[in-house]
């Protein structure tokens, strides 16, 4: 005699036991379910304020430094040449700019200077790089005036104003200004 009575979930799980449906479903659930949806590979979406994404069949968050580290590290083979991609110094200074092994970049400047190519070539290379320079030092002088009388809040529970010692905002600016203006008047387009 049983003590206790068997409900029709109880039996159906016994059931899908005795037949090996281990994952099997005993109770129907009525409400609220989530949508699931079938991503593949290199598939980008957000889920819950994240954005995510499948490589290698793994799922991935996808971060705003991925795009750095692809820069940063070197990898296994030179995409030019396809030769191994030793980790030293001159490989390493090579890769961020020209995304090239140092024996290629080598290789492609030669023929560049055999075919007369150069001056133009480092006039382009040192233009962008004084171009990036004046878009740093802008956006450092919107963040100097924007920044300069700050207002913080102590452990206390005191508000302190923060001015900067002595700097006449206008004159450092206006020289800012000036130095941004030559910079530019040097590159020619």
């Known amino acids: 005699m049983l003590k206790r009575e068997f409900k029709e979930r109880?039996?159906?799980?016994?059931r899908n036991?005795?037949?090996?449906?281990?994952?099997?479903?005993?109770v129907t659930q009525?409400?609220?379910t989530?949508?699931?949806t079938e991503h593949k590979e290199g598939d980008v979406w957000e889920e819950n304020g994240k954005k995510w994404t499948i490589k290698n069949g793994i799922k991935q968050t996808v971060t705003r430094f991925d795009e750095l580290k692809k820069v940063i590290n070197l990898p296994i083979a030179c995409p030019s040449c396809g030769k191994a991609m030793k980790s030293n110094t001159l490989n390493?200074?090579?890769?961020?700019?020209?995304s090239k092994c140092f024996d290629c970049v080598i290789t492609y400047k030669t023929e560049l200077k055999r075919l007369g190519k150069f001056e133009e070539y480092a006039k382009n290379l040192v233009s962008g790089g004084v171009k990036q320079y004046i878009k740093d030092l802008e956006d450092a002088l919107i963040d100097f005036n924007s920044e300069l009388d700050d207002q913080f809040v102590t452990e206390q529970g005191d508000i302190e104003t923060w001015k900067g010692k002595g700097v006449d905002k206008e004159k450092f600016t206006k020289?800012?200004?000036?130095?941004?203006?030559?910079?530019?008047?040097?590159i020619v387009p």
Request: proline share 2%.
């Open 17 to 26: 036991i005795i037949k090996k449906e281990y994952t099997a479903k005993t």
């Open 30 to 32: 009525i409400g609220y």
């Open 175 to 186: 020289e800012v200004q000036d130095h941004i203006q030559e910079l530019k008047d040097t």
């Open 10 to 14: 109880d039996v159906q799980r016994m």
């Open 34 to 36: 989530k949508a699931q």
């Open 92 to 98: 390493k200074k090579m890769w961020p700019i020209h």
